[in-house]
Every structure is written in structure tokens, then in C-alpha cells.
């Protein structure tokens, strides 16, 4: 099955400028680029029904399985824009790189980094941005009660946070990880320009000049189902703006040794990123 569109992918790490990344690609005129997209929840059921335990597993071949598959993209991408370059945005991606370049060969897989200590410090403030909401990031109070429960249940290897982590150190250390570019949420908040030529370096595309000064995006009906009101929301301008993190030392200290891709050996991965450790960060 052919398609007349180039499709990359977005990945990596919540709360770490995967929105601040579409926001920016987007002003591209030839680019489509967005927050998380339906397809990787469309794929992964898909593939559920092509596997051993389903009943309808027997009658599908091998050339079947693909062509349903990139059908997917090709359908769900043929309304949405018209652009010739599409970036489709999920955390799933970085666990599905062979899936993912079986079907697009010429893929490549950008996947936004950034120190856990703040990732999980930026969803503790929007936690408390939003009292009189029971967010869905926690499944009950036991969950949700407390500082510690609530930074224990995310970093859980099947949550937000445990999840994207351990996706990504599958996406640096698998077979392919040439085809993966990943980016520091302070060095791109704090030089776009040399970042965003780098991407597009790496995948190949043209310059083009982007507006630093006035970047635009914001999901204010997805933050509402989610219960976290301001989550997608895009400031104008990209710049690192500096704070006080709001989690004990201690939890802080402790998500602050998780940052692997500061030292990634044995990695084939292309990194963007910071090695020496600063102080606070937006």
C-alpha cells in the first residue's frame, strides 16, 4: 500500500517538549505535527487481533498485517491535513520501533528527554493546579494521597512516567536506534534554532525558519477529560523559565538518578542533549 505522505514519529518522555516540539514543527507549512494521536491505540488493538489468542488470528498473512496497518495512518491522516510530512505523536512509539520502521522503512523516531526529577516535579504542580479535580493519572485515593504515593504510582514500570521511561531505554539500546534523535527539554527551551536544524538534519527535510517568539498550541477539552487543566498549554514564546521544585529532597534526589541518556553507552542513538547536571529548570 503506497501513501503519498512522509511520516515520522514523536516519542519519549511526558512533560519533557514533545507538545513544545509539534507547536514548533508545525509552523512548517509542509509539516503536520500535533499532540498524542488515537493511532498507536488503533495499532496496538489491531495487532491484538492479529495475534495467537485471537480467534481471527489464523486468517490474516503476513502482507495483510502491514497493508491493514499503514492503511491506519493512510486513513486516518487522509482527512486530518493535507501536509506532506506528517509527525504522529505517542509515547507507544518508542516500544514499537521494528513494528514501526517495517512499515514506514524511511521513519525516523524524535523522542523528547528530560531530567525525571522535573518531569515528575511538573506533573505534581499541575496535580496542584487542579484541587477539585480526582485527575486519571491515579486510579484511586491510595494512589493519589499523598506526595510519595503519587510519584511511586507514576514512575511504576506500566504508568506515565515508568512506562515512556522504559520504552526509551528499549528505543536506545535496540536494533534500531540510528533511526532515533533524542532531545533535551533544556537545550531546546533554551536554543531552538540550533535544535530544530538538527531535526531537520536528521530527518532530512529542507530549513525552514520558524518563529521562536510566538509558538502556539493549547488542548484546553483533551487537559479537561484528563483533569488536568493547563497541560498542553504552549507559551509563545520558547524560553527556560527557572523555579523551585515543590517535591521533597529527598523524592527529588531519588528521580534525579534516573536520567540514563546523560551517559548513553553502547547506544546507537543520536542524542541532543545536556550531560553536565544544572539547577532548576522550567
Sequence with gaps: MSTDKTFHFISGLPRSGSTLLSAILKQNPRFHANMTSPVGALVSNMVGQFSVGSEFAPVFTPTQKH?????????????????????????????????????????????CVRNVAWIVDSLE?????????????????????????????????????????????????????????????????????????????????PRFDHDFEHVQFDAPEFDAELGLKGLHQVRPKVELQRRRTVLPPDVFARCD???FWTALENSAANVITLK?????KA
Design 257 to 259: 538518578t534516573l536520567n
Design 67 to 111: 497493508n491493514l496497518l499503514r492503511g491506519v495512518f493512510s486513513s486516518y491522516y487522509a482527512e486530518q491535513t493535507d501536509k506532506e510530512v506528517v509527525f504522529d505523536t505517542n509515547r507507544l512509539w518508542c516500544a514499537s520501533m521494528p513494528l514501526l520502521l517495517d512499515l514506514f522503512p524511511s521513519a525516523k523516531v524524535i523522542a
Design 125 to 205: 504542580r499541575r496535580y496542584r493546579a487542579n484541587p477539585y479535580e480526582n485527575t486519571r493519572l491515579f486510579n484511586d485515593w491510595n494512589e493519589r494521597a499523598t506526595v510519595e504515593s503519587r510519584v511511586e504510582t507514576l514512575l511504576q514500570r506500566n504508568r506515565l512516567v515508568g512506562f515512556s521511561w522504559s520504552a526509551l531505554k528499549e528505543a536506545c539500546y535496540g536494533e534500531h536506534a540510528k533511526r532515533l534523535l533524542l532531545i533535551d527539554y533544556e537545550l531546546l527551551s533554551q536554543a531552538p534554532a540550533k535544535v530544530v536544524e538538527l531535526v531537520y538534519q536528521f530527518i532530512g527535510e
Design 276 to 280: 553536565a547536571k544544572s539547577g532548576a
